[in-house]
């Protein structure tokens, strides 16, 4: 199923390295943010470094294994002491073909999350996926096996550029991603674990809102004939299947009424953007079918093929594209919003049953802001991933060897009710705790070695970070409080 979006022939191409064999091509500094700037910005005390941002522009594949060329945007904190975790954050729906991390991330676009990210701590990429930013033709809208492999061969380009530019990262790998990269993220993580573990390791993953069961959840919504305001996402990614599979139509005659094939068409050949054939849309559904109910641009022909054909072409494609039926092996948090208008968050419940049925051992799925929309939902779900991820997170440290230190605390009794103890601590340093939100609850100067007392009695129960700084290492290790 995984390699069904290629065909036999480009399979047999991509076993050839002259082929398939990724290289990065160019790199082009985009500027930086100081750390005040970003802690500021994102109004984070937690920030604690400066960022730089650049342009990567490296060869992957497309969806006929052929030789393509895509960009992406890295952000790395400014620091060349310190060994740093890498960072995977998938983007969301792009309405242009230049909405992307590489060319918003200092105008006010999805790529200003990489300041966060890096300001943080981890060594961040945001691919571009293809059809975007730099690349080519038109996006595989959701189409997961090309999600995953565009990001990975990101990662893979990432050696060049770090070793251009003294950039020191190790193995930890953190994937996340809001909305269509939601979807982005889980197919990542699932290629990685399923196709790649001889390559990547992930750590820890956070997907964020996003269309997982896209021949399940999504295909219901459209088909339900329920109103539903984001009408252009539909024939984005039919247009986007025909393109991968070949069979899903003749023609848009076939598929649309004619009231709206005009615009489609348009939107196709480039000649307007994802969100005006939305603009576009919504108004003639409202003019021509008093709602704006998605089902009705397709003709009755179609929609009832599809509807009564489970291997209709389009249902075939759609299930091809759920990336829900695995057991991931690595931790995994979804972060959604009940209240979501564009990506019902039933997709992270199916995700989250599906795999804990399939055996997975942490999963959970949380509703971090019940009554937010779709937009107001990505900030907590960014927020809440972030303080996921800290508590597994390590910062090491470059010696002349370029070797990395990195040291668990050492620390007893865990569980606690609160008395907690520090062990073999070098000398002096500070100590710091940290919540799972990534709020600092309690710091302290320590000026002796060997051993340290904390009382954590005051803190609600849950799952801490206990943190120990020492000239140019970092000792750290999680703790739960139980009263």
């Given amino acids: 199923m995984l390699l069904r979006t290629l065909p036999i022939a480009a399979l047999l191409a991509c076993a050839s390295s002259l082929l398939c ?10 500027g930086g943010r100081t750390r005040a700037q ?18 990567l522009v490296y060869t992957t594949r497309n969806t006929s294994g052929q030789p393509d060329t895509v960009s992406g945007l890295v952000a790395i904190p400014v620091d060349s002491s310190r060994v740093f975790p890498r960072l995977l954050y998938q983007h969301g729906t792009a309405t242009t073909k230049t909405g992307v991390p590489s060319f918003d991330v200092f105008t006010g676009g999805e790529g200003e999350r990489a300041l966060l990210f890096a300001g943080m701590g981890f060594v961040t990429l945001m691919p571009d996926y293809l059809g975007l930013g730099v690349a080519k033709g038109f996006h595989p809208y959701v189409h997961a096996a090309s999600e995953a492999w565009v990001a990975a061969d990101m990662l893979r380009a990432l050696p060049a550029f770090a070793q251009q530019y003294g950039v020191h990262t190790h193995d930890q790998l953190f994937v996340t991603g809001y909305s269509q990269g939601g979807h982005a993220a889980m197919a990542f993580h699932r290629d990685a674990e399923m196709l790649w573990s001889h390559e990547f390791s992930v750590t820890a993953s956070a997907p964020l809102s996003g269309p997982y069961s896209t021949g399940e959840v999504m295909r219901d919504l459209v088909l339900s004939d329920k109103v539903y305001m984001y009408p ?9 299947y025909q393109g991968v599979y070949g069979n899903l139509y003749a023609s848009f005659q076939e598929v649309f009424r004619d009231q709206y094939i005009g615009d489609i068409t348009e939107f196709k050949n480039d000649k307007i953007s994802l969100l005006e054939l939305q603009v576009r849309l919504v108004a003639k559904l ?7 109910r998605p089902r009705r641009l397709f003709r009755n022909e179609y929609i009832q093929a599809v509807i009564t054909d489970p291997q209709h072409p389009l249902n075939v494609a759609l299930r091809d594209n759920n990336v829900y039926a695995w057991a991931p092996k690595a931790p995994v948090r979804l972060y959604y919003c009940t209240d979501d ?9 199916v995700a989250r049953d599906s795999m804990l049925a399939r055996g997975a051992k942490d999963v959970r799925a949380q509703d971090v802001k019940p009554n937010a929309n779709h937009s107001q939902c990505a900030q907590p779900a960014i927020d809440s991933a972030l303080a996921f991820f800290l508590t597994y997170r390590y910062i090491g440290s470059v010696t002349p060897s370029h070797e990395t230190y990195v040291q668990p605390l050492i620390l007893y009794p865990n569980p606690t009710a609160g008395p ?16 799972p939100n990534g709020r600092l609850y309690r710091s302290a100067d320590v000026d002796m070695d ?30 739960v409080v139980q009263r």
């Fill in 420 to 435: 907690l103890w520090l062990h073999h601590l070098p000398g002096p340093g500070r100590v710091e705790v940290f919540g």
């Fill in 38 to 55: 970003i802690a500021d910005q994102f109004k984070q005390p937690l920030v604690a470094y400066s960022v730089q941002c650049f342009r």
């Fill in 341 to 349: 208008d564009q990506v019902p968050y039933q997709n992270s419940i």
């Fill in 286 to 292: 409202i003019w021509h079918e008093l709602a704006c």
């Fill in 450 to 479: 060997g051993g340290y007392f904390l009382d954590l009695s005051v803190l609600h129960s849950g799952l801490y970070v206990v943190r120990f700084t020492a000239e140019d290492q970092v000792w750290q290790s999680r703790v």
């Fill in 21 to 30: 064999a990724q290289k990065l091509i160019q790199v082009q500094p985009l």
């Fill in 232 to 240: 252009g996402y539909i024939p984005n990614t039919l247009i986007s």
